[in-house]
């Protein structure tokens, strides 16, 4: 599952795709206004200086994970002068640290990398920096800055921020409001971001109780398993949130299997089945927070950039920022159209 622990450049608005923020890169829209200096150009869609990228992933034995690499992939078919170089994705660290050197040997002129261990690989970003081969660190952010040119992620506290945020607008108005949380898996450090970003929303609406709390591993099997749990030592509450969809499905099973409908649900990460739910709205799954798996295809954008030289348009520098934090949008049945492309399955 994703992890991070920096939050970088915040890009705050619901109705722009992850994707989005690099918009020259990727847009059909008219042009944004281009860098400050007419002699450093943005990166456009127009077939550019030929760049080699190099993509190390974890394995993908999680949705949210295999969408990185299908929109890692994606976008890099999008552009006839990128060479994508990707590795087999791997859980072991030592595995993936030689599949970066072997891609440092090949030289290629760009490295994105999701590390399985972000503090693990951080030996081998410094190596390939130290290489003159510039790093975009993709979601689990390495030990030192100096092992990246760029971070690019997620906002694990904003998830928790804006899921409680939903959740206390729509029971503002209700006395004695009970919550429940299903979390993650308790050591991850997202799980702890996203739990306090839900606690600090939570505290905006005196009403609102968060009442229980049941941390799973954010599988099928242990999500219904966990749910079932609450269920049972909570015989009435308002609203759920669910840190993710994954483990929702599986959620939603024992709900379902409970006969449980007085109370709204929420998930988190953005998975195709939930944005499903929340179209149908046959069921209390009423809403998820965006992780957006598109970031993989804005580090490629990004990478496409460095390898060029150019900046982005629509931003006044020069160069590429060196933190991007893409937004935690709340995904209900008023924008669904909008962003049921982005789902993941």
Same mark, same amino acid.
């Given at each position: 599952? #994703?992890?991070?622990?920096?939050?970088?450049?915040?890009?705050?608005?619901?109705?722009?795709?992850?994707?989005?923020?690099?918009? *020259?890169?990727?847009?059909?829209?008219?042009?944004?206004? @281009?860098? @400050?200096?007419?002699?450093? #150009?943005?990166?456009?869609?127009?077939?550019?200086?030929?760049?080699?990228?190099?993509?190390?992933?974890?394995?993908?034995?999680?949705?949210?994970?295999?969408?990185?690499?299908?929109?890692?992939?994606?976008?890099?078919?999008?552009?006839?002068?990128?060479?994508?170089?990707?590795?087999?994705?791997?859980?072991?660290?030592? @595995?993936?640290?030689?599949?970066?050197?072997?891609?440092?040997?090949?030289?290629?002129?760009?490295?994105?990398?999701? #590390?399985?261990?972000?503090?693990?690989?951080?030996?081998?970003?410094?190596? *390939?920096?130290?290489?003159?081969?510039?790093?975009?660190?993709?979601?689990?952010?390495? *030990?030192? #800055?100096?092992?990246?040119?760029?971070?690019?992620?997620?906002?694990?506290?904003?998830?928790?921020?804006?899921?409680?945020?939903?959740?206390?607008?729509?029971?503002?108005?209700?006395?004695?409001?009970?919550?429940?949380?299903?979390?993650?898996?308790?050591?991850?450090?997202?799980?702890?971001?996203?739990?306090?970003?839900? @606690?600090?929303?939570?505290?905006?609406?005196?009403?609102?109780?968060?009442?229980?709390?049941?941390?799973?591993?954010?599988?099928?099997?242990?999500?219904? *398993?966990?749910?079932?749990?609450?269920?049972?030592?909570?015989?009435?509450?308002?609203?759920?949130?669910?840190?993710?969809?994954?483990?929702?499905?599986?959620?939603?099973?024992?709900?379902?299997?409970?006969?449980?409908?007085?109370?709204?649900?929420?998930?988190?990460?953005?998975?195709?089945?939930?944005?499903?739910?929340?179209?149908?709205?046959?069921?209390?799954?009423?809403?998820?927070?965006?992780?957006?798996?598109?970031?993989?295809?804005?580090?490629?954008?990004?990478?496409?950039?460095?390898?060029?030289?150019?900046?982005?348009?629509?931003?006044?520098?020069?160069?590429?920022?060196?933190?991007?934090?893409?937004?935690?949008?709340?995904?209900?049945?008023?924008?669904?159209?909008?962003?049921?492309?982005?789902?993941?399955?």
């Amino acid at each position: 599952m #994703p992890e991070t622990s920096r939050r970088g450049l915040l890009f705050g608005t619901a109705a722009v795709s992850a994707g989005a923020f690099l918009t *020259a890169c990727t847009s059909n829209e008219p042009k944004e206004k @281009a860098p @400050a200096q007419s002699n450093q #150009p943005a990166a456009d869609d127009k077939p550019g200086t030929p760049v080699t990228i190099g993509f190390a992933g974890p394995q993908a034995d999680h949705g949210w994970l295999n969408a990185i690499n299908v929109n890692a992939k994606s976008r890099a078919e999008k552009y006839s002068e990128v060479t994508l170089e990707i590795t087999e994705g791997s859980n072991d660290t030592a @595995a993936q640290i030689g599949q970066v050197k072997t891609l440092i040997n090949k030289k290629v002129d760009v490295l994105v990398i999701l #590390p399985a261990d972000g503090k693990a690989l951080t030996q081998v970003g410094l190596e *390939a920096m130290k290489a003159g081969i510039p790093v975009v660190n993709l979601d689990r952010i390495f *030990a030192s #800055p100096q092992a990246y040119r760029c971070w690019v992620g997620g906002d694990n506290y904003g998830m928790g921020l804006n899921a409680g945020h939903y959740i206390g607008e729509q029971l503002k108005d209700k006395a004695n409001a009970k919550v429940v949380e299903l979390a993650g898996i308790d050591n991850l450090e997202l799980t702890k971001q996203r739990s306090q970003g839900f @606690a600090d929303a939570l505290k905006n609406y005196s009403n609102v109780k968060l009442v229980a709390r049941q941390a799973a591993d954010f599988t099928v099997e242990s999500g219904q *398993a966990k749910m079932a749990q609450l269920l049972q030592a909570q015989k009435q509450f308002d609203a759920l949130w669910n840190h993710d969809d994954d483990q929702g499905v599986g959620a939603l099973r024992a709900i379902q299997q409970a006969g449980r409908d007085e109370f709204i649900m929420v998930g988190g990460a953005g998975a195709k089945s939930a944005m499903d739910a929340i179209k149908a709205d046959n069921s209390v799954l009423k809403a998820t927070v965006l992780y957006p798996p598109t970031m993989a295809a804005s580090a490629i954008d990004l990478a496409r950039a460095l390898g060029q030289s150019k900046g982005i348009a629509g931003l006044s520098e020069m160069e590429i920022p060196t933190s991007l934090t893409l937004y935690s949008a709340v995904v209900t049945k008023e924008n669904i159209d909008q962003y049921l492309p982005t789902g993941f399955s």
